[in-house]
């Protein structure tokens, strides 16, 4: 792995070259040159991404690229640490962020000033935080993040749009300094910031102390939920989803995992494989937020009317979703989990572009339930066998037909796509466990069935009012590719990830495993003489 630990910064670079080329060379937001060299390093970024996943995936269960900048000793210089979990991130990041690219090179990037530089920024961000091995650097990469998404929250300007901007920013920097904080305390507790350290490290820390680094891990929790959109800390979401730029939003759909990330990485590295008091802190707590999350979210979609403030409340509802799995501490339910991350946030980004196209092509005085006297004739008027009774339905409102439809099924978890494979991997370990069903584990599958059923009626009385419609008189239906293309795609990865379900549940089943077993990310990352 020695000659591949470079490919690691990769994923940083290549989207910070993309922000500089562009802000040397201006904002020129109707030239094609500038969309076509935005897409060609979108399309490079997914390249390295996978190839980044593909020679991990290659060099065993335990395999991690170590790079550390500026080669300064670990755990004293700052370190990127690309295992399993971070290049799954890392490339799902990547995917969601070309399809986001492309649908708003149609039209959404010139919108407002430096669309382009600020998006390369965001994804940065974002891959630096999935990269990075030590905490101050992942505040780094949260702040260059949030930089960029108050930018990006703002873009395209209305009044609806700053309101929810401001109050995100406001949220965030509050997030920002609760982070400070935390990191602050574990640092004086621990005399490291370096992740492996930490989890070297706490075991040793003086009983005196050990309040003192609680509250620190405490603090830091907060925040890290803040981002997640964990309840009662979710309320700047779905506004500030729904207001967003379309392909903003989307891009946004894999800004909360951060916090999952983020809280799955240092549970799992510092407390979950504790005994005692180590185990059980937090655990508790972070499973009833789970299930109050995965219960909010489900009755804001019931409320929801508008296609984009349902897809914000499914956002919840994953994050739910994924919380529970955390605090369950299984690494079946965590390989279940993990291939749920992936689809959901696929299907959540597919959403909140397919709105914007609905809104384009579909009438905006939509009628509920539309067996019309327009369609059909009047009732009483005899209708001749040679007349058509109904006119044909346009080729592009079966398209995006069939986009909610498979939408649907995915963010309902219904068979036989990957939402009910995720959630049936996660049923069925929690089910399965060596002790055997718990409270929680009949509280974890209930919730995950009855969000199911309530984001299936809610998704099916929007689809309703969607498509049973009236269409328009002429059947001019015009589809753009850069618009619906990035949409089947995301939607046709979820319905490939049920195809291949078997590959790759290995693989997630593998990067649970690794994650669960932190003794062998602390053995990659620290010296022979600083694990020992």
């Excluded at 981002?227 to 891009?251: C, D, E, I, Q, R």
């Excluded at 339905?393 to 037909?401: E, N, Q, R, V």
Aim: overall charge negative.
């Amino acid at each position: 792995m020695t000659g591949m630990n470079h490919i690691a910064i990769l994923p940083i670079l290549i989207p910070m070259a993309a922000a500089i080329a562009n802000l040397f060379m201006g904002d020129h937001r109707s030239n094609r040159r500038m969309i076509g060299l935005n897409l060609g390093f979108g399309f490079l970024l997914v390249i390295v991404s996978a190839l980044l996943l593909v020679v991990l995936t290659q060099s065993g269960t335990s395999a991690a690229a170590v790079y550390p900048l500026g080669n300064w000793p670990v755990p004293f210089g700052i370190v990127l640490v690309a295992d399993r979990l971070a290049a799954m991130m890392v490339l799902t990041t990547s995917i969601l962020s070309l399809a986001a690219l492309a649908y708003a090179s149609a039209r959404w990037h010139s919108r407002g000033p430096n669309f382009f530089p600020l998006f390369h920024a965001l994804v940065m961000g974002l891959n630096g935080a999935f990269l990075t091995g030590d905490l101050f650097n992942l505040f780094v990469f949260f702040e260059l993040l949030l930089a960029a998404s108050y930018g990006l929250a703002l873009h395209g300007g209305g009044r609806n749009r700053v309101r929810a901007a401001m109050h995100y920013i406001v949220i965030n920097l509050v997030a920002s300094f609760l982070f400070l904080i935390g990191v602050a305390l574990i640092y004086g507790t621990t005399g490291t910031l370096n992740m492996a350290d930490i989890a070297r490290a706490v075991p040793l820390i003086a009983p005196e102390d050990r309040g003192l680094f609680e509250a620190g891990a405490g603090v830091l929790g907060v925040a890290f939920l803040i981002k997640a959109g964990a309840w009662p800390l979710h309320f700047w979401l779905p506004n500030t989803y729904s207001a967003a730029a379309p392909p903003v939003a989307a891009l946004f759909a894999v800004m909360t995992k951060v916090g999952f990330y983020a809280i799955l990485r240092l549970w799992t590295l510092v407390f979950a494989n504790g005994s005692g008091a180590e185990v059980a802190f937090g655990q508790n707590v972070l499973f009833v937020i789970g299930i109050a999350t995965v219960a909010y979210g489900s009755i804001g979609a019931l409320s929801c009317k508008a296609l984009d403030r349902l897809a914000s409340y499914l956002i919840l509802v994953s994050a739910g979703t994924l919380l529970l799995a955390v605090a369950y501490n299984s690494p079946g339910v965590t390989t279940g989990a993990l291939y749920y991350l992936v689809v959901a946030t696929f299907a959540a980004g597919a959403l909140f572009l397919l709105k914007d196209v609905i809104d384009q092509v579909l009438p905006a005085e939509a009628q509920v339930l539309a067996v019309s006297l327009e369609l059909y004739g009047d009732e009483e008027e005899a209708i001749d066998e040679d007349q058509e009774v109904s006119r044909t339905i346009p080729a592009a409102a079966t398209i995006l037909s069939w986009c909610f439809a498979v939408a649907a099924l995915v963010m309902a978890g219904l068979p036989p796509l990957s939402g009910f494979i995720a959630k049936f991997a996660m049923i069925s370990a929690a089910l399965n466990a060596e002790n055997g069903p718990t409270a929680a584990t009949w509280w974890l599958t209930g919730a995950f069935i009855f969000s199911g059923l309530f984001v299936l009626i809610s998704m099916v009385r929007n689809g309703i009012n969607i498509f049973w419609t009236s269409l328009p008189e002429d059947n001019t239906m015009r589809l753009r590719i850069l618009e619906i293309g990035p949409i089947v795609a995301l939607l046709a990865l979820c319905v490939l990830m049920s195809v291949a379900a078997g590959p790759a549940m290995t693989y997630f089943a593998e990067t649970a495993a690794f994650i669960h077993a932190p003794l062998g990310y602390i053995e990659t990352v620290l010296p022979a003489e600083a694990a020992s």
